[in-house]
């Protein structure tokens, strides 16, 4: 089955970095894209930022330029790198596929919390 599972959260200060993972195991990782989403306290999941099969990425405005989304095919795992931090990014981040029938999945999430 499709497993999601996301590591590397934590307590940051404002201005630092942070590096999630996401090991994907359970489909064919390589042929699909990849996204990280984000859920801050009392607020709607949004999408953080996409990468496809081929390598394009996608960033949400509020981030672009200072997250980095990679991943590895050899070890089915997908990346997010994360700098210039700030308060606002507090949230539990999630690692998300789509699959057959635009079914989701996700991971369990990993709290990021960037104090100021």
């Known amino acids: 089955q499709v497993q999601l599972v996301e590591s590397g959260g934590g307590l940051v200060q404002a201005g630092g970095s942070l590096r999630l993972s996401c090991a994907a195991s359970?489909?064919?990782?390589?042929?699909?894209?990849m996204n990280w989403y984000r859920q801050a306290p009392g607020k709607q999941r949004e999408l953080v930022a996409t990468?496809?099969?081929?390598?394009?990425?996608y960033y949400a405005d509020s981030v672009k330029g200072r997250f980095t989304i990679s991943r590895d095919n050899a070890k089915n795992m997908v990346y997010l790198q994360m700098n210039s931090l700030k308060p606002v990014d507090t949230a539990v981040y999630y690692c998300?596929?789509?699959?057959?029938?635009?079914?989701?999945?996700w991971g369990q999430g990993t709290q990021v919390t960037v104090s100021s």
């Open positions: 359970g489909f064919i990782f390589s042929i699909n894209a």
């Open positions: 990468i496809t099969s081929g390598g394009s990425t």
């Open positions: 998300n596929y789509v699959g057959s029938y635009f079914k989701n999945y």
